[in-house]
C-alpha cells in the first residue's frame, strides 16, 4: 500500500475546490424546477456531450472495467466501441430529436403520451430502483479505491463522497451536473491517459506487455481449469466447457482477442456481445436510460440534442484504450492477485508506478469519474421521483418554486439511501463491474422494446406495451434466477449458460419476449385513439410537445 504526500492531497483538494466552486456557482441561477431538472433548457452541445460521457465513465469503470481487463482481456473494450459508439449514433438522428421535440422531462412521460399511465408508472419505478441502487454501487467504488491506494477508512470515504457530490447537486440540479462533468471529464481523460503512458512503459513498451499478458493469462487459465475440476469432482454444479475446434497456438491466450468463444469464462462471448451488447444494452443503455438521455432533454435546441451525441460518440472511441489497458498493466505488475483480488489491481498499480504529485492527479481523475456518475444518478432518480411521482399522482398543479424545494429534498433522501445501500454491498464478493451490469441488464431490454415500439409503430397498443414490459421483465429476473448457483444446486441442473456472468443473455431474451407480447397483444386487443398514436415518428406532435 502507497500512502499519498502532502503534495497529492493538495492536488487532489484543489480539484475538488474546483469542483464545488462551479458546481455552486451554477446553482447560483438555478431559480425553478425546471432550471433544477432540465437546466431550462439552455445546455449547449459541447457540454452535454462531455458529460455524456464522463457520467458513463464512472468509478464503477475505471475499477470494474480495468478489474475484468485484468480477468478476461481487452474484450471488455467492446462495451465501449461496440456497445457505446453505434447506439449514439443511431440516437443522434432518430431517437434523441424525437423526444426533444415531444418536450418531455422523463423517458416515462413520453411513454405515457404514447401509451398509458400505467406503463409510466412501471417503467419510472424500475428506472427509479436502478438508480438508487447504482449510487450504492459507485459510492462503494470510491472507497474501495481510497482503501487500496491510501488506506482510508471505507466508512469515511463513502460519507465524504455523498456528501460533496450531494451538496452541488442539491445546489444547482442538472446544470450543476453537466458543467461539473465537463471540468471532470476534461481531468479524467488527462489523468488516465498520463497514467497509462507512464504504465506501458514500466512494463517495457507494447510489445514486452503482450509477450508477457499471454503467459501470465496461459497460467492463470491453467489455475482455474484446475479449481474447475476439483468442483466439479466435489458434485458443485460448473460451467461445462468444450473443446475449441480452433484452439490458438500454445503461447498465447484469449487476453489480447476481442471476438471471444461462447463458453468464455468472462461476460463477452461473441453472440453475447453481438446480440446482447450491439443490438440490445447499447441501444437500451443509450437510449431508453433516464440518466442519459436527460441531458440531451436539456439541450438549447435539436440541433444541440443531436450535436451532443455525435460528439460523445467520438470522444467514445479513445475511452476502452484508457480504462482496460491499464488492466492488462496490472496483470503484469501483480499477477498474485488473480481473479478474486482483480478490483484492487488499479489502485495497487497507482500506487506502484506514480510519483507523488502524478498520483495525486490520478487519484482527482478516478474522483471525477465517480462523481460525474454519481451526481448524475442523483439527479436523475431526484427527476424520476418528482416528476413521474410527486407531480403526477400528489400534487398536479404544483408551482415551479414546490418543484424545486421538493427536488432538493428528494436529493438529500436519495443521497441518504445511496449511502446506506453501499455499506450494504460490503458484504458482496460480485465484482463491482458485474453488479452495475445485471442491474442493468434487468430493465434495459423491456425498456428499449417498449420505447421502439411506440415510437416507430403507430400499431402498438397500450396493453400490449403494459404487457409486453412486465414479460419481458420476469423473464430477465427469471434468468438470472435460474443461473444462480444455490437454484442450480436446489434443482439440481448446471447453469442456464454457458459463460461466466450472462447478463448480456437476459438483455437479449428479455428483449425479445417483450417484444413478441407486444406484437401479440398489439394485434389481437383494441388499438391506441390517434391522440397517442400522434407521439410516434411520423405523427403529428402537437405544439411544445403538449397533451
Not at 452541445?45 to 478489474?67: C, E, K, Q, R, Y
Request: one cysteine or more.
Amino acid at each position: 500500500m502507497t500512502y499519498l504526500t502532502t503534495v497529492d492531497y493538495l492536488v487532489i483538494l484543489s480539484y475538488l475546490a474546483a469542483t464545488m466552486v462551479l458546481g455552486l456557482w451554477v446553482g447560483s441561477y438555478v431559480r425553478s424546477g425546471s432550471d433544477f431538472f432540465l437546466a431550462g433548457r439552455s445546455l449547449p452541445w459541447w457540454a452535454v456531450g462531455m458529460s455524456l460521457v464522463a457520467t458513463d465513465i464512472g468509478g464503477t469503470d475505471l475499477m470494474g472495467v480495468g478489474g475484468d481487463a485484468y480477468r478476461y482481456g481487452i474484450a471488455m473494450g467492446n462495451f465501449e466501441w461496440i456497445g457505446c459508439v453505434p447506439a449514439m449514433l443511431i440516437g443522434a438522428f432518430i431517437v434523441i430529436p424525437h423526444l426533444w421535440r415531444c418536450r418531455v422531462t422523463t423517458i416515462p412521460e413520453y411513454l405515457e403520451r404514447r401509451f398509458s399511465i400505467q406503463l409510466r408508472s412501471s417503467v419510472a419505478a424500475c428506472w427509479l430502483f436502478l438508480g438508487a441502487c447504482n449510487l450504492g454501487v459507485m459510492l462503494l467504488a470510491s472507497a474501495l479505491f481510497m482503501k487500496s491506494l491510501a488506506g482510508w477508512d471505507v466508512s469515511l470515504c463513502i460519507l465524504l463522497t455523498a456528501f460533496l457530490v450531494g451538496l452541488y447537486t442539491w445546489s444547482g440540479g442538472l446544470g450543476a451536473v453537466v458543467y461539473t462533468d465537463v471540468l471532470q471529464g476534461l481531468v479524467m481523460i488527462g489523468g488516465c491517459l498520463m497514467f497509462l503512458v507512464i504504465g506501458i512503459q514500466d512494463v517495457g513498451g507494447i510489445t514486452p506487455l503482450f509477450q508477457k499478458v499471454h503467459a501470465i493469462a496461459i497460467e492463470q487459465d491453467r489455475q482455474l481449469e484446475q479449481q474447475e475440476e476439483m468442483a466439479r469432482k466435489s458434485g458443485q454444479p460448473t460451467v461445462t466447457r468444450n473443446k475449441s475446434r480452433h484452439p490458438r497456438p500454445a503461447d498465447q491466450s484469449d487476453h489480447l482477442s476481442l471476438v471471444l468463444p461462447v463458453d468464455t469464462r468472462s461476460p463477452a462471448p461473441w453472440p453475447g456481445v453481438l446480440f446482447g451488447l450491439a443490438l440490445i444494452v447499447g441501444p437500451g443503455y443509450w437510449l431508453g436510460n433516464q440518466t442519459i438521455v436527460q441531458r440531451a432533454l436539456g439541450s438549447k435546441s435539436e440541433y444541440d440534442a443531436k450535436a451532443s451525441y455525435v460528439y460523445g460518440a467520438l470522444i467514445k472511441n479513445l475511452i476502452p484504450f484508457i480504462v482496460a489497458l491499464p488492466g492488462l498493466v496490472a496483470l503484469v505488475k501483480f499477477p498474485e492477485l488473480g481473479h478474486e483480488r482483480a478490483d484492487v489491481a488499479l489502485p495497487q498499480l497507482v500506487g506502484s508506478l506514480l510519483p507523488a504529485g502524478f498520483r495525486g492527479l490520478f487519484v482527482a481523475a478516478f474522483m471525477a469519474a465517480l462523481m460525474s456518475s454519481v451526481d448524475s444518478y442523483l439527479n436523475s432518480a431526484t427527476t424520476l421521483y418528482v416528476n413521474d411521482f410527486y407531480r403526477r399522482f400528489y400534487r398536479p398543479n404544483a408551482d415551479e418554486g414546490q418543484m424545486l424545494a421538493v427536488g432538493r429534498w428528494t436529493t438529500v433522501g436519495f443521497v441518504l439511501w445511496g449511502i446506506y445501500f453501499a455499506f450494504q454491498l460490503l458484504a458482496l464478493p460480485t465484482g463491482i463491474y458485474t453488479i452495475f451490469q445485471t442491474l442493468l441488464s434487468f430493465f434495459l431490454g423491456p425498456t428499449l422494446a417498449v420505447l421502439l415500439a411506440g415510437m416507430l409503430s403507430r400499431h402498438a397498443s397500450s396493453d400490449g406495451a403494459l404487457t409486453g414490459f412486465f414479460a419481458g421483465l420476469l423473464t430477465s429476473v427469471g434468468l438470472f434466477m435460474m443461473n444462480m448457483p444455490i437454484v442450480c444446486r436446489w434443482l439440481n441442473t448446471p447453469p442456464l449458460f454457458q459463460v461466466g456472468q450472462p447478463y448480456l443473455y437476459y438483455s437479449f431474451w428479455s428483449f425479445v419476449v417483450a417484444m413478441m407480447f407486444i406484437v401479440v397483444f398489439s394485434y389481437f386487443l383494441r388499438s391506441d385513439p390517434p391522440e397517442k398514436t400522434r407521439y410516434a415518428i411520423g405523427g403529428t406532435i402537437p405544439e411544445g410537445g403538449a397533451k
